[in-house]
Structure formats: structure tokens, C-alpha cells
T-cell receptor, first 113, second 115 residues
């Protein structure tokens, strides 16, 4: 199963872009990169996912390198409410009952005023 | 009510008690999950149900007993728990685990304390 590596913590000033990196050097061709976040003592919240192309939605942008060995989640204008733990997950897709999300320890993003 | 709901939000129980956690999803999904999140540890997948059938038990002790009467409801029955079982228990649902892209949506969790 592909493993991800993320920095333990990051800081970002309110209103600035937050760029959260993730390394997944052993990713396979059929594995997606997912991002979730978890605000303190709440359930994780889905943010975005991608396979090869860059993706954007109302919450964030996902930039995946051409070799797919790393990606960056971008929150374009961070707010205090974006303070959370951000998880980068490679979804092990076996097309059946054994596929699952494996959460690591994530990056704790602190947005400061 | 929309999304994934969990009740109760907080639960304190003794080691000899029997209690149940409830999860309900209003998203029309077919798969439901129980996760455990202990303090300062990653989320651990416990059980998976797909179309009401249990498809995964991640070596969970028998003092945790899941039940899925239909695709919208999931229970976790608890009995004879230990203090180390104190954690945040999270429920999630997704459309269909057989698909290549299967986004999971989480409930707010039940904070369980075992005395």
C-alpha cells in the first residue's frame, strides 16, 4: 500500500495561501490522492481528490506532480476556521471489498491572525 | 436533517455497562463504516458494511459488536469495555465501495469515556 509523508505542523497567516505538501513516492497508477481535514474533536471532512490532473473545487486546489510522487493542497485564502489537521491519503483501490482509506498523522495547520 | 448523524455525542460508561452508539446517514449511500480515534493516534478502521453486509472486521475485540439493519443505520453495541477503549468513535458512509472513487462522509463522532 502506498504510504504518505506529511510535515507534522505548519503555520499560515490569515488571508494568505496555505500550501500543504504530501509525498507519496510509491503510489501506483490506479491510486487516487485524497485530502481530508479534521477540525478539533469533529469528524474528518472531505476536501478534494485527484488521480493525475490538477483539481479545484470551492474549498481548495490539488496540484499533483507529473510523476505523481507528490502533491500539494492549496487553500487560497486561509481563514482561522481552516485551522485543523489535514490528512493526505492514497486510496488503495482494489476495486472490491478490501479498498479503504488509511489515515496517517497528518499536518496540523495553524492559521494565525 | 442531512449528512451523517451520530448519537449520543458524549457517553460515559462503566466497564460492566452495555450501551449502543447509533449512526444514521441521509445521503442514500450503500456503505457504512466505524472508525476509532484514540488520543493522539490516527483513525483506525474498525468495521465496514456494504449493502448491509459486513465486509471488513479489522481485528476488533468482540466487546464491540456492530449491527447494520439497513443501509441508512449503523449501530455499535458496547459491552464489558476497558478504560483503554475510551476514544472518539466515528461513523462514515460512502456511495458504493465497489467503485473506483469512493468518498467517505463522516459524522461528528461519539466521545466515549470508560470508567
Amino acid at each position: 500500500d502506498a504510504k504518505t509523508t506529511q510535515p507534522t505542523s505548519m503555520d499560515c497567516a490569515e488571508g494568505r495561501a496555505a500550501n500543504l505538501p504530501c509525498n507519496h513516492s510509491t503510489i501506483s497508477g490506479n491510486e487516487y490522492v485524497y485530502w481530508y481535514r479534521q477540525i478539533h474533536s469533529q469528524g474528518p471532512q472531505y476536501i478534494i481528490h485527484g488521480l493525475k490532473n490538477n483539481e479545484t473545487n470551492e474549498m481548495a486546489s490539488l496540484i499533483i506532480t507529473e510523476d505523481r510522487k507528490s502533491s500539494t493542497l492549496i487553500l487560497p485564502h486561509a481563514t482561522l476556521r481552516d485551522t485543523a489537521v489535514y490528512y493526505c491519503i492514497v486510496r488503495v483501490d482494489r476495486g472490491g471489498n478490501t479498498d479503504k482509506l488509511i489515515f496517517g498523522t497528518g499536518t496540523r495547520l495553524q492559521v494565525f491572525p | 436533517e442531512t449528512g451523517v448523524t451520530q448519537t449520543p455525542r458524549h457517553l460515559v460508561m462503566g466497564m460492566t455497562n452495555k450501551k449502543s452508539l447509533k449512526c444514521e446517514q441521509h445521503l442514500g449511500h450503500n456503505a457504512m463504516y466505524w472508525y476509532k480515534q484514540s488520543a493522539k493516534k490516527p483513525l483506525e478502521l474498525m468495521f465496514v458494511y456494504n449493502f448491509k453486509e459486513q465486509t471488513e472486521n479489522n481485528s476488533v475485540p468482540s466487546r464491540f459488536s456492530p449491527e447494520c439493519p439497513n443501509s441508512s443505520h449503523l449501530f455499535l453495541h458496547l459491552h464489558t469495555l476497558q478504560p483503554e477503549d475510551s476514544a472518539l468513535y466515528l461513523c462514515a458512509s460512502s456511495q458504493d465501495r465497489a467503485g473506483p472513487v469512493d468518498t467517505q462522509y463522516f459524522g461528528p463522532g461519539t466521545r466515549l469515556t470508560v470508567l
